[in-house]
């Protein structure tokens, strides 16, 4: 079971050899250029522990609770840890279940491991013995199979396809051989050997290092690099591994003094992408480059910016004679090498050290013993997909625990002058802060002052201090950019620092455009002027609109003032500026266009109305927003029309009558108005008042017409106004037609006859023209010879209207035959009328004894009763009481009140029963006179008794009757069906 503990058992001793090592070497403010005053003082604190490290410290070690017998060799990709040992024996693991720990015994006895090589997935392994057998382990397989092919190699390094993910196969491996060959393999995951065969052979020693890697844009191009102990090869080629190392002449070769019998070939790789940087570990240091892939050919290089770095000295305590000195010793060899982003790793024999990519400095060092007998350190394992790293020795394994490792990153590249990527790797806002302030001191300092001012900006530097910067050596555009910096970086709570900063931004864009306008710089100048209304434009809300109009103004820019009012939504400042401008169209066509309420049109027409009436009048016509006509009167008012052209007041009102159905009577007056005021031209005048609907007020247009004489509009009005006399006199003034006219309007026959007369008098009496006035006899039925005969003269000629008077007389002779006709018509039916009274009075019926009343179903002679001609028989009285429910309001009171009357009428007979007229007969119907209690029962029968019950219109109407009263409860329950229906 592996588990992360901490020893705390430390000497006193040791901890003070641990000090003065890491002040000597380490620590020390003078070597370490990360270290501030407080991290010095966070890293005087030490605790007593086996993994000694500081909290502050870029790396940390941590002894895992595990402590192997004779471990020769670690390997741990993707958590899956195999661990070679002295006996022989593999120890399998899986860090994410490791109590299933596996013991793994395959070799004869007293055979020894040489090598272990696992693919980055944790898959495939491959054992290499000293032997020169080799092995496969799957990572499914308890137990290795033995590579036949392979017999007689010993593996010494091994490159892995990276972009393999098939667990079956191994893909196309490399394998490095201790005496310097190198071998294309592939194997299949039931241990068939699908392919083993040499590529290359380097043929100066064993080939320590080797990997391989595909480009990017061609995935058949391939690029190795082998190192043996002294020299590092690059190889660029393909389709195939063959065609990779067809030529050794063409491949570069770095070649570096000494050897080291351990040499290790490191990459790192981001995410498990393409790496990025490489180290080799040789004799005399690091040798350490990039990697960039691109087109490269055979005989190019990838590795580029390649550089030596020596191995730092060891610390050792003072000697007697130099008390207080630390002396250092030459540098030893490290056991091997690793990689990180920023940093080397190095293992020694007795200490664990890395050292920054960036300035070559050791950042952390961790003494572990001295190396004796079961406490040597051997090696270093990374786990790229875990991205985990471990130390391990003899007798037991350290992880390697990274604390924040590129937090001073961004220092190292500032020192470096590497803004950008200082950048990249801030972390704080201060930071950032730093790296923009360096950067813009150091454009400043190179006279690049546009660049100074942007970062600048973004700076929380001295606002006043910047600003001076640039206002003492007069860089006025560097000043703008600066402070546009800072208004973008300010936040939305700086409405203040918002505001100044565009006000001072918007005076040096004014004084520039100034002095483009002076230097005849028209390009230029427009070019700016975009770029000024651009930054009014995003910067609207932030401005103060009473000073940096006062200020554009002041300036003189008029098209400055005109974009900031239209960006602000000012029409009216706009509209004004216009007009006192004398540019009137403008003004018309900004009115169009940007208004968005009324008010502006109600404001500004009077004036656009007197220089400009035709252009403003189509504004009116064409309006984006609804106008009220009647608010337009006062701008209607102050127009003045020239003879030449057209009325463009009665052009819009005519708009707005026809074309917007207008029902405004103050518009439809005005309108009679000017219609009145045209001179010559009472056509249009006379339409409008001949209109089927008019609006306008009749007394004001007669007032109105009456002041400007016009006559035919005055008979118009006084005869929509039923004033058909006036009417009629005043066209006799004017056109005897149109007097005609009026005169047949009336629908009383008397009145049209008195204007006729009035018209005939008029040309009798006036004209003189008798002919004439016989004329209107034909024209008006209602004229008569006799009617006009008054109006001629005392001594006429007879012949002028023989022929009237003769037509006249022969209709007097018709008519008086019609009525003779009539009257013998009349006296035939009067003696008619009289012999059918004198038949009803004989009239007589025949009532049996039993026949019985056909309302009450008793017999009818009981009492007085009602015989109908269709025989039906009622009792009076039963008779009543049923009418007089069918009877209106009117009738049933005059029945109330005839029956009354009779009552009174038989009283005052029995009284005085000689004083009433009998009743007889002269012979003539219509001599019959009836007695008071006679003419009373007359009435009643002619209101109870006027028709059969039965057979008259009372029982017609009834059918729409119900057969009960919906008041009446019992009777609505008689007619309720049962539950049973």
């Known amino acids: 079971k592996v588990c992360r503990t901490r020893n705390i058992k430390m000497s006193l001793m040791d901890q003070f050899e641990r000090e003065a090592a890491l002040l000597y070497n380490v620590h020390s403010p003078a070597s370490n250029p990360y270290v501030d005053p407080i991290d010095q003082m966070l890293e005087s604190i030490h605790t007593p522990s ?47 279940a490791p109590q299933d720990l596996e013991d793994i015994e395959f070799a004869r006895k ?50 892995w ?35 083993f065969k040499l590529v290359y052979s380097l043929g100066d020693g064993s080939v320590r290092g080797l990997h391989y890697e595909r480009f990017p844009s061609e995935p058949n191009k391939f690029f190795v690099m082998a190192t043996t102990s002294s020299r590092i090869y690059q190889f660029i080629g393909g389709p195939t591994f063959e065609a990779v190392f067809t030529s050794r002449e063409t491949h570069p070769t770095t070649e570096l003094p000494g050897e080291l019998p351990h040499s290790e070939l ?147 590249y ?71 910096a800072k208004l973008r970086s300010l936040g939305p709570q700086d409405v203040t620092q918002k505001t100044a900063i565009c006000t001072w931004v918007t005076e040096i864009y004014l004084n520039k455009l100034n002095q483009l306008t002076n230097a005849n710089l028209g390009d230029q100048h427009e070019m700016l002027r975009e770029e000024f209304e651009t930054f009014l434009s995003d910067n609207l809300e932030h401005m103060d609109k009473h000073t940096t109009i006062n200020l554009i103004q002041s300036h003189g820019r008029s098209e400055g003032f005109i974009v900031f009012c239209t960006l602000l939504g000012d029409i009216e400042r706009v509209i004004d500026y216009y007009i006192q401008d004398k540019q009137f169209e ?141 009417a009629v006199d005043l066209a006799l003034k004017v056109d005897l037609e149109l007097a005609k006219i009026n005169a047949d309007k009336p629908n009383d026959d008397e009145l049209r006859k008195k204007l006729w007369l009035r018209i005939a008098r008029q040309v009798v009496e006036e004209e003189k023209d008798i002919k004439k006035a016989m004329a209107f006899l034909r024209h008006c039925d209602l004229l008569k010879i006799e009617d006009i005969l008054p109006f001629f003269p005392d001594f006429v000629l007879i012949d002028d209207f023989k022929e009237e008077i003769c037509s006249s007389l022969e209709e007097y002779n018709r008519h008086i035959e019609e009525l003779k006709v009539g009257m013998d018509d009349a006296t035939k039916s009067a003696n008619l009328i009289r012999m059918d009274i004198k038949a009803l009075r004989n009239k007589y019926g025949f009532v049996g004894g039993s026949q019985k009343c056909d309302l009450c179903n008793y017999s009818v002679l009981s009492r007085l009763f009602y015989l109908f001609p269709c025989q039906h028989v009622f009792h009076a009285d039963c008779l009543r009481r049923e009418v007089v429910e069918h009877l209106s309001k009117e009738q049933f009171a005059k029945v109330r009140e005839l029956e009354a009357r009779l ?29 008071p209690i006679d003419q009373c029962k007359a009435e009643l029968d002619d209101l109870i008794a006027a028709e059969c019950i039965h057979c008259g219109d009372i029982m017609i109407d009834s059918i729409a009757l119900p057969f009960y009263d919906p008041k009446d409860e019992a009777g609505m329950k008689s007619w309720a069906l049962g539950p049973g229906i």
């Open 50 to 96: 086996a993994t000694v490290h500081l909290d502050s410290s870029m790396f940390s070690l941590e002894r895992v609770n595990y402590r192997p017998k004779g471990l020769v060799e670690m390997r741990v990709c993707s958590n899956l840890v195999v661990m070679a040992l002295d006996n022989g024996h593999l120890i399998r693991l899986n860090l994410d």
């Open 110 to 159: 007293g055979e020894l491991i040489h090598s272990i090589h696992v693919d980055p997935t944790g898959t495939h392994a491959i054992i290499s013995m000293e032997s020169r057998e080799c092995w496969y382990l799957h990572s499914t397989w308890p137990k290795p199979r033995i590579l036949a092919r392979w017999r007689g190699v010993i593996v010494d390094s091994l490159a």
């Open 161 to 195: 396809d990276p972009q393999n993910s098939d667990k079956s196969s191994t893909s196309e491996i490399l394998i490095g051989a201790q005496d310097g060959r190198i071998f294309e393999a592939v194997i299949e995951k039931d241990g068939r050997e699908r392919q």
């Open 586 to 726: 403008r003004a018309i066509t900004e009115l169009s266009n940007q208004a968005r309420t009324s008010d502006l049109y109600y404001k500004f027409s009077p004036i656009l109305m007197a220089h400009k009436p035709q252009h403003i009048v189509h504004a009116w016509m064409n309006a984006h927003v609804p106008l009220n006509p009647r608010k337009l009167i006062p701008a209607l008012m102050r127009y003045k029309p020239s003879p030449a052209e057209p009325h463009q007041g009665i052009r819009y009102l005519e708009y707005c009558v026809a074309g917007l159905g207008n029902e405004d009577p103050a518009i439809h007056n005005y309108l009679l108005s000017l219609y009145a005021e045209l001179p010559n031209n009472d056509n249009q005048l006379l339409n409008f008042l001949s209109s089927k609907d008019p609006h306008f007020d009749l007394k004001y247009a007669l007032r109105l017409c009456t002041t400007h004489n016009k006559k035919r509009a005055c008979v118009l009005i006084y005869s929509a106004m039923g004033l058909y006399e006036e």
């Open 266 to 412: 490191r990459f790192f790789s981001k995410n498990l992408g393409m790496p990025r940087h490489f180290a080799w570990l040789s004799g005399p240091g690091i040798f350490h480059g990039n990697l960039v892939f691109g087109s490269q050919n055979p005989g190019d290089q990838v590795a580029t910016d390649t550089h030596l770095l020596p191995y730092p000295g060891e610390a050792t305590q003072p000697s007697a004679k130099e008390k207080g000195g630390y002396t250092q010793q030459a540098p030893s060899l490290p056991v091997s090498l690793g990689l990180t982003e920023f940093h080397f790793l190095l293992v020694y024999e007795d200490r664990f050290l890395s050292i920054s990519l960036l300035n070559n400095q050791v950042v952390y060092e961790e003494m572990l013993g001295r190396g004796g007998p079961g406490s040597r350190l051997v090696g270093m394992t990374q786990d790229l997909v875990a991205n985990t790293t471990w130390v391990y020795g003899e007798d037991v394994i350290f992880q390697v625990l990274p604390n924040q490792e590129d937090r001073f990153v961004w220092r190292l």
């Open 903 to 931: 009552v009174r009428a038989e009283a005052d007979y029995r009284e005085k029963p000689t004083s009433f007229p009998v009743s007889g007969d002269s012979g003539s119907a219509l001599d019959v006179s009836l007695s």
């Open 414 to 484: 500032l020192d470096k002058g590497l803004f950008e990527e200082a950048l990249q790797h801030c972390k704080t806002p201060q930071q950032r802060d730093t790296v923009w302030t360096a950067q813009a001191d150091s454009y400043f300092a190179k006279h690049v002052y546009g660049l100074a001012a942007e970062y600048y900006g973004k700076t929380n530097k001295s606002f006043e201090e910047v600003a001076l910067k640039f206002i003492e050596i007069n860089e006025r555009e560097a000043l703008k950019t600066f402070l546009m």
